[in-house]
């Protein structure tokens, strides 16, 4: 089975950046790719996807700070996080949705923002 490999995840202060890297060890074909994060305490939910069709999905709470965007060619995911704030910080995980077949997820990444 194809496995996820995440990078980019650390320590930065308020009003910072980071841009998050997924990538797929296997060529597979993929209809979408997606970020999730999980705050301490809290489930985890979407932050941004994209699909095959140039589709993003953006959370509300990261709209206009955050950019999602793919190559394709490496199957690779990144997540660019601009305007970085305390509310942000969670363990990031990268989901994977193949054309066929099950969904599958990355160890994630823990993203901390701290002064």
């Known amino acids: 089975q194809a496995q996820i490999v995440e990078s980019g995840g650390g320590l930065v202060q308020p009003g910072g950046s980071l841009r998050l890297s997924c990538s797929v060890s296997?060529?597979?074909?993929?209809?979408?790719m997606a970020w999730y994060r999980q705050g301490p305490g809290k489930p985890r939910d979407l932050v941004a996807s994209?699909?095959?069709?140039?589709?993003?999905v953006y959370t509300p709470s990261v709209k206009g700070r955050f950019t999602i965007a793919r190559d394709s060619g490496k199957n690779t995911v990144y997540l660019q996080m601009n305007s970085l704030t305390p509310e942000d910080t969670a363990v990031y995980y990268c989901?994977?949705?193949?054309?066929?077949?099950?969904?599958?997820w990355g160890q994630g990444t823990q993203v901390t923002v701290s002064a």
């Open positions: 989901n994977v949705r193949p054309n066929s077949g099950s969904d599958f």
């Open positions: 296997e060529s597979i074909s993929i209809f979408a």
């Open positions: 994209l699909n095959s069709f140039g589709t993003k």
